[in-house]
């Protein structure tokens, strides 16, 4: 296995770094309900997907503790 041979610089350390980037989730609009979803998943909003009903929609990380 490659070892390095010297140490890396902060410079191109944070060079090489800068080029992590995240992307954008990409939404669909749920032809049930209408809400923003994300695709391929049931809808968080009324629980459909593709034009079946699965089990309750629970949306946990809005619901009041």
Known sequence: ??????KMSRSNTRARRSQWKTTATTLTTCP??????RPHVACPTCG???????AE???S?????
């Not at 296995?1 to 010297?6: D, L």
């Not at 459909?48 to 699965?54: A, E, F, L, P």
């Not at 990380?61 to 503790?65: C, K, L, R």
């Open 1 to 6: 296995m490659a070892v390095p041979k010297r």
């Open 48 to 54: 459909t997907y593709k034009g079946r009903s699965y």
């Open 57 to 59: 929609a629970v949306r």
């Open 32 to 37: 049930q309900c209408k809400s923003h979803m």
């Open 61 to 65: 990380e809005h619901e009041a503790v």
